[in-house]
T-cell receptor, first 111, second 115 residues
């Protein structure tokens, strides 16, 4: 079993839809959880950074962490064509530990 | 967020030549930088961890002599692909942390094409 599992998609939605992206993990030591957005041929951009279980909201983005289920989600409200990108989840136990990335989900928002 | 600058954004070179990629943290000091490699439609693969003033720590399977990493200052790390071959063609991305346990910010990546 891989440490982090992420459905690669692709996922295609109409503009304005609510998008749900998910990752599961197996290592209970993971404490820090991140979501990155990566446009084609660009470096990943940090979208959300969370530590505890629960929800964290930033504009149209909501990150959700359920440590008991080892499951994290990223919700995008009122999705826009500019949201079309690959979304990567990442996590680590904290400290100087390296990040473990999911494989990424390719999202296309159609106008 | 913190800014990480990476240059060049793309480079084409002949087989057998060496290529240097620079990664700079513009508005913070980064004691640790990371180098990743990414193949099309694949996730990021960590190549090495670069610590300022000390030798880099390479991941298993990454050739130290082919991928030379130097972290001479708190704001600059370089990756040199030595004697590049077509199989080294890939997207290389650097990243830096603002501190231990802190957020990781990425450069814009370098597309290397070896002819």
């Amino acid at each position: 079993q891989k440490e982090v599992e992420q459905d690669p998609g692709p996922l295609s939605v109409p503009e304005g839809a609510i998008v749900s992206l998910n990752c599961t993990y197996s290592n209970s030591a993971f404490q820090y959880f991140m979501w990155y957005r990566q446009y084609s041929r660009k470096g990943p951009e940090l979208l959300m950074y969370t530590y505890s279980s629960g929800n964290k909201e930033d504009g149209r983005f909501t990150a959700q962490v359920d440590k008991s289920s080892k499951y994290i989600s990223l919700f995008i409200r009122d999705s826009q064509p500019s949201d079309s990108a690959t979304y990567l989840c990442a996590m680590n136990p904290g400290g100087s530990e390296k990040l473990v990335f999911g494989k990424g989900t390719k999202l296309t928002v159609n106008p | 967020g913190a800014v990480v600058s990476q240059h060049p954004s793309w480079v084409i070179c002949k087989s057998g030549t060496s290529v240097k990629i620079e990664c700079r943290s513009l508005d913070f000091q980064a004691t640790t930088m990371f180098w990743y490699r990414q193949f099309p439609k694949q996730s990021l693969m960590l190549m090495a961890t670069s610590n300022e003033g000390s030798k880099a720590t390479y991941e298993q399977g990454v050739e130290k002599d082919k991928f030379l990493i130097n972290h001479a200052s708190l704001t600059l790390s370089t990756l040199t692909v030595t004697s590049a071959h077509p199989e080294d063609s890939s997207f290389y991305i650097c990243s830096a942390r603002t501190g231990v346990g802190e957020k990781l910010f990425f450069g814009s990546g370098t597309q290397l094409s070896v002819l």
